[in-house]
């Protein structure tokens, strides 16, 4: 289905701020809880359930954040996001970007330039692309685990 959004004005800056800032948390959160290679293998702990898989993302995430300082906070919204010992989150470089799938990390797609894609209008094949992303992003995550790897560019 084709949406024709030319008309359309983009929302105030007033009105997306909030939102912005919550889904910034959250994913700043994710990337915390994604970046703990023991957490496979770490046992509950009531000291730290953040580590509890029986609980959910959303109370994992607000529990782990709960327990850092502002200044913790803010360095963990960094591409190179030390660690916090605490709490167990190791030192992090999780920046990456997928206008070039994940290429840059070894072998992957490499897709057209997004100007070129989004000149398509064709959504489905932007939410193809984005699948093909996620997917080789993640199997290159897992193999890095596996390795104890934390740096930015490992096959």
């Known amino acids: 289905m ?3 959004n030319r008309n359309s004005r983009p929302p105030s800056h007033a009105t ?3 939102p912005r800032a919550r889904l910034l948390a959250r994913s700043c ?4 809880l994604v970046a703990l290679p023991w957490l496979q293998v770490q046992a509950a702990d009531p000291a730290r359930p953040w580590l509890d898989t029986s609980h959910s993302f959303e109370q994992r995430a607000a529990a782990l954040v709960s327990q850092m300082t ?3 906070k803010a360095a963990q919204m960094q591409n190179t996001a030390p660690a916090i010992e605490r709490p167990g989150v190791p030192a992090y470089d999780w920046w990456n970007e997928a206008l070039h799938g994940v290429a840059r990390a070894g072998g992957a797609t490499v897709f057209p330039q997004a100007i070129g894609m989004a000149a398509t209008f064709d959504v489905p094949l932007m939410d193809q692309v984005s699948a ?3 997917d080789e ?3 290159k995550y897992h193999r890095a685990l596996e390795r104890d ?3 930015r560019y490992q096959a």
């Open 137 to 139: 992003a993640r199997a």
């Open 149 to 151: 790897q934390h740096g």
């Open 70 to 72: 502002l200044e913790e």
């Open 16 to 18: 997306t701020r909030a």
């Open 2 to 4: 084709h949406v024709d």
């Open 29 to 32: 959160a994710a990337a915390l």
């Open 132 to 134: 093909a992303i996620s």
